[in-house]
């Protein structure tokens, strides 16, 4: 359950800091209001993940994941210049979450190792 919540808190971050670029420097009401509804739902999401998901791995993968969508958002959707460097960086942090999670499940199968040869 604790995955799932993190994969909701990513997607609610990514719809808030859309609404930013839509409220337009908050002139618009309803992007305006859905960026503190959305960072709201954001926040406690990722707080409920931490039962379970280590705050550095959930906090990496959140930002990371968050973070990668939005430049492809901006990218595809709000037509922004691409160059090199922004791929290049955008397939660093992809590489970075996976390394994160890589890192997190062999944790887990080391220390259920352990636990069991007691």
């Known amino acids: ?3 799932f919540y ?3 808190g990513i997607c609610a971050e990514i719809i808030g800091t859309t609404s930013m670029k839509l409220s337009q420097g908050f002139t618009k009401l ?3 209001i859905a960026i503190f509804v959305f960072y709201g739902l954001s926040l406690t999401l990722v707080t409920l ?18 973070t990668a969508t939005i430049a492809m958002v901006g990218l595809f959707y709000f037509k922004e210049h691409i160059s090199l460097l922004k791929v290049c960086s955008i397939i660093l942090i ?25």
């Open 1 to 3: 359950m604790s995955w």
């Open 6 to 8: 993190l994969i909701l």
């Open 30 to 32: 309803f992007p305006s």
């Open 49 to 66: 993940s931490l039962k379970k998901i280590d705050i550095s791995v959930a906090y990496a993968i959140w930002s990371g994941i968050g």
């Open 94 to 118: 992809i590489l970075g979450v996976v390394g994160l999670n890589i890192a997190e499940t062999t944790h887990e199968s080391k220390a259920k190792t352990e636990y069991l040869n007691r």
